[in-house]
């Protein structure tokens, strides 16, 4: 257990960054999964925009540090992927 302030203060910061880090993902999970169902359904007009705000939450998640850039390029590309090939069929 910390005995110093500073590294008591530290565990208290991360809890609440953990908390915070935990909504983050959770919205994106939630996010990402409305909209594979969308490209599933083979909606591409609500799959399209629902795809546009979840790259901007990814991007958004990755610049604060809660996920890996890499990680968002990648949900990012494998979604696009899948939605242009629904536009083509």
């Known amino acids: ?3 110093s302030r500073s590294a008591k203060k530290n565990i208290r910061k991360n809890r609440k960054q953990r908390a915070v880090n ?3 993902k959770a919205e994106l999970k939630s ?3 409305g909209v594979t169902t ?3 359904a083979k909606n591409a007009a609500e799959g ?3 795809l546009k705000l979840l ?3 990814l991007d958004k998640a990755a610049q604060r540090g809660t996920i890996h850039k890499n ?3 990648r949900k990012k590309s494998r979604l696009q992927k899948q939605l ?3 536009a083509k069929a």
């Open 22 to 24: 935990r909504g983050r």
């Open 71 to 73: 990680k968002a390029a």
């Open 84 to 86: 242009n090939k629904l």
């Open 48 to 50: 399209a925009t629902a």
């Open 1 to 3: 257990m910390a005995t």
């Open 55 to 57: 790259q901007a939450k």
């Open 31 to 33: 996010m990402t999964k």
């Open 38 to 40: 969308l490209l599933e």
